[in-house]
Nanobody
């Protein structure tokens, strides 16, 4: 069982940066692949970035590649999303999610993730 709590959201101007954090409970956090998803008003939830359980592999949505960086610290039971060059279209509720995939395995499909946080709001003003 893993419980996830996101933080770090807020209001930022276009071009600015934010760092989201996801704190996880549970002793087996390091055995989970992690991901960030987001949901904008009136839109479906979409994949943003994923990281393997060791952190050696990452994958990004095309819309954020080169601007966002996902990372994790298994000693602190945390995963992060560093967001730079933010755009108004990045405005959304951001969720972290976990799935017990080993090795380099990850997923961009939200239906594969077993655990979800409550989300944190990111608003980018133009």
């Amino acid at each position: 069982q893993v419980q996830l709590v996101e933080s770090g959201g807020g209001l930022v101007q276009a071009g600015g940066s934010l760092r989201l954090s996801c704190a996880a409970s549970g002793r087996t956090f390091s055995r989970y692949a992690m991901a960030w998803f987001r949901q904008a008003p009136g839109k479906e939830r979409e994949f943003v970035a994923a990281i393997s359980w060791t952190g050696s592999s990452t994958y990004y949505a095309a819309s954020v590649k080169g601007r966002f960086t996902i990372s994790r610290d298994n000693a602190k039971n945390a995963v992060y999303l560093q967001m730079s060059s933010l755009r108004p279209e990045d405005t959304a509720v951001y969720y972290c999610a976990a799935v017990p995939y080993r090795g380099a395995r990850m997923s961009i499909r939200e239906d594969e993730y077993d655990y979800w946080g409550q989300g944190t709001q990111v608003t980018v003003s133009s």
